[in-house]
């Protein structure tokens, strides 16, 4: 079946704009998580998602990164006022629920580049 | 979250050679998981270990949770070109996050 999508798969912005990236997870995954990779480094956990809520946002590096998700499905993450350091791998994944012991299904991630 | 640890951060090996890579923690873990990153590409989930002790197999990939389980391995046994790769291990103990290890990332000689 169909697995996470993420799109843009590449986005080059300018310094100081705002992006949206955006995560498909799996259909009737009601677990929606959101990473950062750096490049050569290990995934930075960001945000989960349960259903709609987003029960712990510490995660997030500062406030101009947020996230929503709607009807339990696309979840959109924006960067506002991009930084040369927001420069990364976004990637998304999803489980059937959360839980410990849950597999996470990984989508292929939005290069994001900032100039 | 608790924090795992991975050695080596890059393992070289020659083809037909094995190899073992190791998790870390200083807390007990309740379980532990194995995800592998093809250079370029996204995680994908391999194996995960619940009971102190366990060791499963899958082809060459030999994983295993130490009996105190505060430690895993991943031994892989006639390295071949696509074994390629970072492997991280991932720990669940949080109910909705992976804490994620530095990862082991490999390079074959052929």
């Known amino acids: 079946g169909a697995g996470v999508s993420q799109s843009p798969s590449n986005k080059v912005t300018e310094k100081g704009k705002d992006v949206e990236l955006r995560c498909d997870p799996i259909?009737?995954?009601?677990?929606l998580y959101w990473y950062r990779q750096r490049l050569g480094q290990g995934l930075e956990f960001l945000i989960y998602?349960?259903?709609?809520?987003?029960?712990?946002k510490s995660g997030l590096p500062s406030d101009r990164f947020s996230a929503e998700r709607t009807g339990e499905s696309v979840s959109t993450l924006t960067i506002q006022r991009t930084q040369q350091e927001d420069s990364a791998v976004y990637l998304c994944?999803?489980?059937?629920?959360?839980?410990?012991?849950?597999?996470?299904?990984f989508g292929p991630g939005t290069r994001l580049t900032v100039t | 979250g608790q924090q795992v640890m991975q050695i080596p951060q890059y393992q070289h090996v020659q083809e037909g050679e094995d190899f073992t890579t190791y998790c870390n923690s200083s807390?007990?873990?309740?379980?532990i998981q194995w995800y592998k990153q093809r250079p370029g590409g996204h995680p994908v989930f391999l194996i995960q270990?619940?009971?102190?002790?366990e060791v499963k197999k899958q082809k060459r990939l030999t994983f295993q949770f130490g009996e105190a389980k505060k430690n895993s391995s991943l031994h892989i046994t006639a390295t071949q070109t696509t074994d390629v790769g970072t492997y991280f291990c991932?720990?669940?103990?949080?109910?909705?996050?992976?804490?994620f290890g530095a990862g082991t990332t490999v390079t074959v000689r052929a």
């Open positions: 270990l619940v009971k102190s002790g």
């Open positions: 994944a999803s489980s059937l629920t959360v839980g410990r012991g849950h597999e996470q299904y």
């Open positions: 998602f349960q259903g709609n809520s987003a029960p712990d």
């Open positions: 259909s009737g995954h009601t677990a």
């Open positions: 807390t007990t873990l309740s379980n």
């Open positions: 991932a720990d669940p103990s949080n109910d909705y996050k992976l804490s």
